[in-house]
């Protein structure tokens, strides 16, 4: 197999070069023709990205956490489940988060990262979309944004705002900045419309999930699949401040879904209009302000993984 191994030379730390001469060390046991690519720039990585397929690659490894995930994921090559894309793609986690990763369910050490992929299935897994729309719910100008875990308002946002005023030590911490957002947080009058539901809610909370976590493990939404067309919304909704502040830790082990008026709902799309506007976060990225359309494109992309939503699958 020839293989395009991509290595995002900024993750990882001191684990970078250890991580990719284990992962290469059990392709080349399997046989296989990698070439090894530190990337230069995210530019250098997206052409080399679009460029695989031509060049004769069957299957293309990133070596990098969430963070090169959400960039390569606005511009692969996107199919659907009735129309593959071209390439699969395998995954070496070297982020400080990589909440996709935990999502898939593989244990997170390089070698067994490089045997899920060898030993591994071809899966298809979905990508979010995020589309600015007007007041109306009709199309507006800007580009849509991608994502591999989730979109939403509120407690998100918020948190993006923290972190982006803290300093560089602390702004890699996501889990930090979120506690910091909590005595600050404010709720927001929210429209949501699926189509064949609507709800109109004083939240906290509102995320649109594809992925079950984020911020370096949080398991925002349990049941999460990336590979059933759907998203699973979370509504976390006005409460006494006090009783979101105690309960909000239970969102680390899944265990928020007990609060009161917590609520998961499934949709392909969905129309989100918040009151007041906030930028919408989209995997730890601020994108652009709402109102906006959030919907899941059906095995978008695929990967080649022992592991998916939590499953062994081989």
């Not at 992929?117 to 719910?137: W, Y």
């Not at 082990?253 to 906030?278: D, T, Y």
């Not at 095995?299 to 699958?313: E, H, I, Y």
Request: aromatic residues 8%; contains cysteine.
């Amino acid at each position: 197999m020839k293989v395009l191994f991509l290595v995002n030379p900024n993750a990882g730390g001191k684990a970078n070069k250890s991580a990719v001469d284990i992962a290469n060390g059990v392709f080349k046991n399997a046989g296989w023709n990698v070439d090894t690519v530190r990337t230069q720039t995210p530019d250098d990585a997206e052409a080399r990205l679009k460029a695989a397929h031509g060049d004769g690659y069957e299957l293309v490894v990133v070596a990098g956490g969430d963070g090169t995930l959400f960039h390569l994921a606005q511009h692969i090559p996107l199919g659907s489940i009735d129309a593959p894309p071209p390439i699969p793609f395998g995954l070496i986690p070297l982020g400080s988060g990589n909440d996709f990763y935990r999502g898939l369910g593989t244990p997170r050490d390089f070698q067994s990262a490089a045997e899920s992929i060898v030993n591994g299935k071809i899966v298809p897994v979905d990508i979010g979309l995020v589309e600015p729309i007007d007041e109306s719910g009709n199309p507006r100008a800007g580009n849509p944004v991608r994502f591999i875990n989730t979109a939403g308002v509120g407690m998100d946002s918020q948190t993006l705002v923290t972190r982006k005023n803290a300093p560089g030590w602390l702004s890699a911490r996501y889990e930090i900045c979120f506690l910091m957002t909590l005595p600050k947080l404010y709720p927001l009058k929210v429209h949501l419309d699926a189509g064949d539901w609507e709800l109109d809610t004083n939240a906290f909370w509102v995320l649109c999930c594809n992925n079950s976590h984020i911020g370096s493990g949080m398991i925002v939404a349990p049941d999460a699949k990336t590979s059933d067309g759907l998203m699973d919304i979370l509504i976390i909704p006005k409460m006494a401040k006090f009783a979101f502040v105690l309960n909000i830790m239970k969102v680390f082990k899944g265990e928020h879904l007990k609060m009161k008026g917590v609520e998961i709902r499934r949709a392909k799309s969905v129309k989100l209009f918040s009151k007041p506007n906030q930028i919408v976060a989209c995997d730890g990225d601020m994108t652009f302000e709402g109102p906006v359309k959030v919907s899941i494109i059906h095995g978008a992309v695929r990967m080649k993984t022992s592991w998916q939503n939590r499953t062994k699958l081989v």
